[in-house]
């Protein structure tokens, strides 16, 4: 087996199949999940732009200042020249390398998933980005069950588009070399003790992540509990349920796929994908690891939503100003919710 390409997890075949699970494998099940969020994601998406709150929001009273403006636009610039840059490499070595298709599923299934975004301020706001950012607003009021608010959290089209076609993919890549390092250092080092590592490691660099793009003034936790965030009451303040939920919740869940899978590119959860014709085989791939996101997501969503009502440390109207807050209620200056 080679090193260069993952460091594969050893496993047995089994023989003892049940009847259902021979008829039904996971993988099957999970597709036919991430076809239904994909059809959700497609309808809710669909009325968003042909809605009256597809607009780009207004930064509103307050000047972006020149530094964060200037911060903005460059990641903006990254966005779009990375992510080309990135599928160039991916279309070039995609039949050649089993890494860089298991990449492209990551990409796949993750963008299943956009509709969920706004998710984290559902019954609370607690986040939000600038609208410096190119937006056209936001499809929150599109999602089923959304309260009707004032304002909402404007999507940064493209750096939202990098996030899941760049950042995630990158971010994937770095721990797979991370995790080779460790593999090789502590060769005696059992699967469960790595995916501890591994789950550090997610966290660390959400942690370093998001802290420099709060520093860079591209979006803001306005919201966060006194005794469970860092730099609290500054603009650096983060959540540390963020860095659980996501750093070491969402994207722990795709590295430990990613990291621990065969050689031959597949994951744990493609197991019966042998079944399914050459042809079909990655896009149910997508559509099963879409599924599995799309309900990870839906409970990352539903904690933070819990924690939200605990966050009692807002930003001042200087810290978060009118192009963070984007008319939301309860932040800054902004009326309360109701």
Not at 65 to 70: I, K, S, T, V
Not at 294 to 321: C, K, M, R, T
Request: net charge neutral; hydrophobic share 50%; aromatic share 14%.
């Amino acid at each position: 087996m080679s090193e260069r390409s993952t460091i594969a997890a050893t496993s047995s075949s089994d023989t003892t199949d049940s009847p259902i699970r021979s008829r039904f494998p996971v993988v099957l099940v999970l597709a036919v999940a991430g076809s239904l969020f994909g059809v959700v994601q497609l309808a809710i998406l669909g009325q968003w732009v042909f809605s009256d709150r597809f607009y780009a929001y207004p930064t509103g009273a307050d000047a972006v200042p020149g530094w964060d403006l200037a911060w903005t636009r460059t990641w903006e610039v990254i966005s779009v020249v990375g992510s080309v840059a990135f599928v160039v490499w991916m279309s070039r070595r995609y039949k050649t390398d089993a890494t860089v298709k298991t990449i492209a599923i990551i990409v796949g299934a993750w963008m299943l998933t956009a509709w969920q975004d706004p998710g984290v301020n559902l019954t609370r706001p607690v986040f939000s980005y600038s609208s410096a950012f190119l937006n056209m607003g936001t499809w929150d009021q599109q999602v089923p069950g959304w309260p009707h608010r004032a304002g909402g959290n404007p999507q940064p089209i493209l750096f939202w588009i990098a996030t899941y076609l760049l950042f995630v993919p990158l971010v994937m890549l770095n721990t797979q070399a991370i995790m080779g390092w460790v593999r090789r250092r502590f060769p005696t080092l059992r699967i469960a003790a790595l995916a501890a590592i591994l789950f550090v490691v997610m966290a660390v660099q959400d942690i370093l992540i998001e802290e420099l793009w709060l520093w860079q003034g591209l979006y803001r936790y306005v919201r966060v509990p006194e005794n469970f965030s860092i730099f609290t009451g500054t603009i650096l303040q983060m959540p540390l349920y963020e860095v659980l939920f996501w750093g070491g919740g969402m994207t722990a869940l795709v590295g430990l796929l990613f990291v621990f899978r065969q050689s031959d590119g597949t994951m744990a959860l493609d197991k019966g994908i042998e079944r399914v014709p050459a042809k079909y085989r990655t896009p149910v791939r997508v559509l099963a690891l879409g599924g599995l996101l799309n309900i990870a997501f839906l409970l990352f969503n539903f904690g933070y939503n819990v924690n939200n009502h605990f966050a009692d440390v807002n930003l001042s109207p200087e810290q978060a100003p009118s192009y963070v807050t984007n008319d939301m209620c309860g932040l800054a200056a902004n009326p309360p919710c109701v």
